[in-house]
Structures are given as C-alpha cells and as structure tokens.
C-alpha cells in the first residue's frame, strides 16, 4: 500500500518534470536559435572524460557527463554547446538520482562531492560528484533522474547511459564527428 502510493508520487514528480525539461527546451529554443545557427558546423563536441553525454535541459546551458565504472558513478558538471570542456561548479553537498529496476522499484544513488583540486575546487564549490551501489555492476542501459542548483536555478536532470540525453538537438554528441 505505502510502497504503491511512494510509486504513484514518483510517477508525478517525473511527469511535472519531464514537462518541465520541455518547457524550458521551448523557451530556450526560441532565444538561442540565430546563436545556434551560428555555429552549427562545429557542434560535434566530444566528453571530455569519455563519459556520456547528458543535455541539462539543452545542450547551450550544460551538460552532465557521467562515467559508470565496476559499480561506481561519476559525474562531471560541464558548461553548454562549445564551451563543454569548462567544468561548472555547483554548491550541492550531495546530489540524488533516482532510477527505476524493471520490477517498478526505485534503486537511489547518492553522489558526494570529490572536488577536482587541480582545480582549486573544495566542497560545496564543486563539479565532480561520485558514488557507488550494486546495481550498477551489471553494466545494463538506465535512466536516471534527479534535481541540481547549476547556473543560477534548480534544474532536472535526465542521465541515459550509456546513450545520453539531447532533446534539444539531434546532434549526437560523442559520435558525430563532421
Ligand atoms: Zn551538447
């Protein structure tokens, strides 16, 4: 009954943010459009870490590149279209993601700060996250979702690994090479 009614709320929250998501993918499109256009040519950007590639909202806000590693996550906050390889930091002393197992349960991974310290990063000044669980040892495709402070405002984010999420584009990050 709890765990029905735990799914059920869920279910909404991932519906009012996947409209969310779109919403502000419309508002973007229409002031970024002519600075798109600008530089189409060169928007095959590559991961900076290898990793995948994952649209906060649209590719010109920033992206999070996720890396997932015998059971470890990590993920990398990077600024939008060409700028992708400046990293982003963020103030969040933890970050959430939560996604849904094939039965309909929800697994959570709870991602910590690793600062970068090359970078002079610290915690709560950061845009490197980690963190660990089980399930992800089996290497399978997920989706995973979950909410950040990044660049002034609390935004989704969408992680679908290994294929990565542009809804504003049909560019393919990694792979489109011309
Ligand atoms: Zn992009």
Same mark, same amino acid.
């Given at each position: 009954?709890?765990?029905?009614?735990?799914?059920?709320?869920?279910?909404?929250?991932?519906?009012? #943010?996947?409209?969310?998501?779109?919403?502000?993918?419309?508002?973007?499109?229409?002031?970024?459009?002519?600075?798109?256009?600008?530089?189409?040519?060169?928007?095959?950007? +590559?991961?900076?870490?290898?990793?995948?590639?994952?649209?906060?909202?649209?590719?010109?806000? &920033?992206?999070?590149?996720?890396?997932?590693?015998?059971?470890?996550?990590?993920?990398?906050?990077?600024? &939008?279209?060409?700028?992708?390889?400046?990293?982003?930091?963020?103030?969040? +002393?933890?970050?959430?993601?939560?996604?849904?197992?094939?039965? &309909?349960?929800?697994? +959570?991974?709870?991602?910590?700060?690793?600062?970068?310290?090359?970078? &002079?990063?610290?915690?709560?000044?950061?845009?490197? #996250?980690?963190?660990?669980?089980?399930?992800?040892?089996?290497?399978?495709?997920?989706?995973?979702?979950?909410?950040?402070?990044?660049?002034?405002?609390?935004?989704?984010?969408?992680?679908?690994?290994?294929?990565?999420?542009?809804?504003?584009?049909?560019?393919?990050?990694?792979?489109?090479?011309?």
């Amino acid at each position: 009954m709890t765990k029905n009614l735990i799914i059920a709320v869920l279910a909404i929250l991932v519906a009012i #943010f996947g409209l969310n998501a779109l919403v502000s993918h419309r508002e973007h499109a229409d002031h970024t459009v002519a600075k798109e256009h600008d530089h189409s040519g060169e928007h095959a950007h +590559k991961a900076p870490h290898s990793g995948c590639l994952n649209e906060i909202g649209s590719c010109e806000t &920033g992206h999070v590149e996720v890396l997932v590693t015998d059971g470890r996550i990590e993920i990398f906050l990077l600024a &939008g279209g060409h700028e992708i390889s400046r990293s982003v930091r963020v103030p969040e +002393k933890a970050i959430i993601l939560r996604s849904w197992a094939e039965d &309909g349960s929800v697994r +959570k991974i709870e991602l910590e700060p690793e600062p970068l310290e090359l970078g &002079g990063e610290k915690i709560g000044d950061c845009s490197h #996250f980690a963190g660990s669980a089980n399930w992800l040892k089996s290497s399978a495709p997920f989706e995973a979702y979950g909410w950040l402070m990044f660049r002034g405002a609390v935004r989704p984010i969408v992680v679908h690994y290994p294929k990565g999420y542009a809804p504003s584009h049909r560019h393919e990050h990694e792979d489109d090479q011309h």
